[in-house]
């Protein structure tokens, strides 16, 4: 399935979803300049990577492709609502969160983030964000997460929250079926070696692993990371 299908697919199922609410202005989270954007998105990944990637960009009505990749790899910048409905910053302008997902977290993975995206715009409620999330993946509209799902979020310009360190530490991001455990990778919070994302979050389906790294994207050193 390519990113084109995906966003169709994603938009199918929001336009299909019942409850809505008021629709959010989302013209903060927006950035004017196209080409600023895939370039930021690319900025997830090393270039070997993200250069021959397809680029996805935000729009008023979500997220679009803007550039065609041809190494089944799919950056773009997931802004605030993208994060766990009920996230105190879900609504947060500041967040600037580049991606890179590899070829099967693009299958598997994305489709239901571009869902809740899709959802959360069209106004729907944190508890209505969890409700549809739960019902797709019980249907098997959505997919659990392929073999070797992950994503890379190295990027030096990521803001991933407004306080202490915004860039916080470039890391890799590794998906499974939540019926794998976090505690089968000795997990823990997020001052552990090994980061369980969805240990706050029972009722997602995905279980989401963290593994910091040292370096960014373009090779700079993350002192902070490197002194753990």
């Known amino acids: 399935m390519n990113t084109r299908t995906l966003v169709a697919a994603s938009t199918f199922v929001a336009a299909s979803a019942l409850g809505a609410q008021k629709a959010p202005d989302i013209t903060p989270y927006l950035i004017a300049d196209r080409t600023a ?14 250069d021959n990637a397809t680029v996805l960009v935000l729009t008023p009505k979500g997220y679009t492709e803007a550039a065609r990749g041809s190494n089944g790899f799919t950056c773009l910048v997931m802004r605030s609502f993208a994060a ?28 239901a983030m571009l869902a809740q995206i899709d959802w959360a715009l069209a106004g729907a409620a944190p508890a209505e964000l969890s409700a549809r999330t739960r019902k797709a993946y019980a249907e098997k509209r959505f997919t659990m997460p392929a073999d070797g799902a992950m994503a890379y979020m190295l990027s030096p310009k990521q803001h991933l929250s407004d306080e202490n360190d915004p860039h916080w530490m470039p890391h890799l991001m590794f998906y499974y079926d939540r019926a794998l455990k976090g505690t089968t990778f000795g997990a823990g919070a997020f001052t552990a070696p090994i ?3 969805t240990g706050a979050d029972p ?3 995905v279980q989401v692993i963290l593994i910091p790294i040292r370096t960014w994207s373009d090779g700079t050193p993350a002192v902070h990371a490197a002194g753990m």
């Open 195 to 197: 980061i369980d994302a």
């Open 84 to 111: 766990a409905p009920g996230d105190p910053q879900f609504w947060d302008t500041h967040i600037s969160a580049p991606h890179c997902f590899n070829p099967p977290a693009s299958r598997t993975v994305l489709p």
């Open 37 to 50: 954007e895939v370039a930021l998105a690319r900025t997830a990944a090393p270039s070997a990577i993200s």
């Open 203 to 205: 009722n997602s389906p």
